[in-house]
């Protein structure tokens, strides 16, 4: 199915995995894949794999997800295992949007992009998350979508 999702649907289960994970991994920004399904109107995430940061760069500025996870989950995705749906990483002092870097790495076409915030003086209250779409097409940008949390 192609086309620009109206949105993205993850549960409350999942979001609080990646919040802790984006705390766990401070200073640095944590990554991970997400798996789930193309529906009709949204893209719904029905887990998440979170990745080990192996960016040869900063790691408090990049990600990298683990490459051998990438195969792995590809491999079960062709045997009946949950489709890669897109990527998840976190920003520990950036804003919950792609920064420039990210917009140039958004080669992932029908991707969703989910990027976390960590606010300065996090209290441990809720985490803000923006969802984006990976172009397909020109201009190849990241277009932001709707993000429902379910219970
Ligand atoms: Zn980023």
Do not use: Y
């Not at 683990?66 to 295992?81: C, E, F, M, N």
């Amino acid at each position: 199915m192609t086309g620009i999702p109206d949105g993205v649907w993850i549960a409350g289960a999942d979001m609080t995995a990646l919040n802790g994970a984006a705390r766990a991994a401070l200073p640095h920004e944590a990554c991970a894949l997400l798996l789930g399904m193309r529906e009709t109107a949204g893209v719904r995430i029905t887990d998440v794999a979170l990745s080990p940061n192996v960016t040869n760069g900063d790691p408090a500025r990049s990600f990298e997800i683990d490459p051998s996870l990438h195969v792995r989950l590809q491999k079960a995705a062709r045997t009946g295992g949950p489709a890669l749906v897109g990527v998840w990483h976190s920003h520990p002092t950036g804003p919950a949007r792609p920064s420039p870097d990210d917009r140039s790495r958004s080669v992932m076409g029908g991707w969703v992009w989910l990027i976390t915030a960590i606010p300065a003086g996090d209290t441990g209250t809720d985490l803000e998350t923006g969802a984006f779409w990976a172009m397909e097409e020109a201009p190849r940008d990241l277009r932001r979508l709707v993000l429902k949390v379910s219970a």
